[in-house]
């Protein structure tokens, strides 16, 4: 937008809040447990897992 008010294609530009973010950097896996992680998870293609399992009304083991 900048540049077009210096170009004078547009009148004025609108003004924007200033917003701030606060950086909280997040943890990181060394090279062997990233390894560790993908070799874990290769073993579950393919594979269903049930994570909910309830019994309804008639008995019978349900999942969600």
Known sequence: MSYASKRRLIVSIPEFPKVSVKQIP???????????????AG???GKTIQVRKYMD?????QTQ
């Not at 009304?57 to 083991?61: A, D, I, P, S, V």
């Open 26 to 40: 997040r943890g990181w896996f060394n090279t062997n447990e990233y390894r560790k992680i993908w070799s874990a």
């Open 43 to 45: 073993r579950y293609i």
């Open 57 to 61: 009304e008639g008995g019978n083991k």
